[in-house]
């Protein structure tokens, strides 16, 4: 069962809030949160990065590993320039409220998971909404906790931010300084329209490559054929099958309705291939694949140096 006990995310505070610079605070540090406050620490050495983690050993490991400067409890963050809300998205709607009515008035606080329909709903009446910005930075690896936190993340990467119109001008500005200095590109978003979105371009590709590790896991009984047989095409489309079943769970559930309907036509294009070839219709098959290939355009043109081309001709 996925712990979301507000209690677990607290940890005896163990560094002074008197340190010179803006304060920092990331609420669960793994790869995101993570990620943010080393580029934080990067650009902006004089802050002080404040941790506070369900999981105390993660707490220690970042410490260790130079991610946050000290662990600390929801009592300080009046004392809070930013929040990091980076805690499963199951959590984050317990999360979330609770670090709104524990800021002061100029902290800004923002949530990175990947829904945006129930945490704006979370938060949609809370008396400091205008301090919230809801976010999800399209970034990410396959792997999880302190250690999966690594710099640059986010360089060139969009951020999608939801109802900008509810966090106050003064706020947002801070907020948009700091990821535009991390290098994301900005972009605006219903939360309806991102979860729908969001649906077809990332969670089915989890689901795909957790699918598509059962299958050969229960197909290829001997682990060593796997090892041997597998090359960079399977390790690549099986990749995302490494990813926290923790994480994943809670975003499946909050975003039931438009997975289902992402599966739905994807099932129907996998069984249309497989009538193809039951039928043994080559020519359709190509024309099939032929005409998907443009995908390898359209992602081009989302690349780094296409982007930075883009924002110089502008």
Sequence with gaps: MIESNLNKFQVPASFPLERVGERIFVIGIGLIGGSMVLDIKSLRPEATIFGIDSNESHLDEAIALGVIDAGSTFDDLANADFVIVSVPVDAALTVLPKVLDAIGDQTIVFEVGSTKIPICEAVSNHPRRRNFIATHPIAGTEFSGPSAAITGLFQGKTNIICEVERTSFKLQEKALDLFK??????????????????????????????????????????????????????????????????????????????????????????????????????????????????????LNGMSPSTLKAEAVNK
């Design 181 to 298: 200095q991390m290098g994301m590109r900005i972009r605006y978003m219903d939360p309806k329209s991102h979860d729908k979105h969001i649906a077809y371009v990332s969670h089915l590709s989890h689901i795909s490559a957790f699918m598509l590790g059962k299958t050969v896991i229960e197909k290829e009984k001997h682990e060593q054929d796997i090892f041997d047989m597998a090359g960079s095409g399977f390790e690549s489309t099986v990749r995302l099958a490494k990813s926290s079943p923790a994480m994943w769970t809670p975003i499946f559930k909050q975003n039931r309705k438009q997975v289902v309907k992402t599966l739905e036509e994807y099932i129907s294009n996998l069984t249309q291939f497989k009538d193809l070839l039951v039928n043994e219709d080559y020519d359709a098959i190509f024309e099939e694949m032929e005409s998907v290939n443009r995908i390898k355009e359209i």
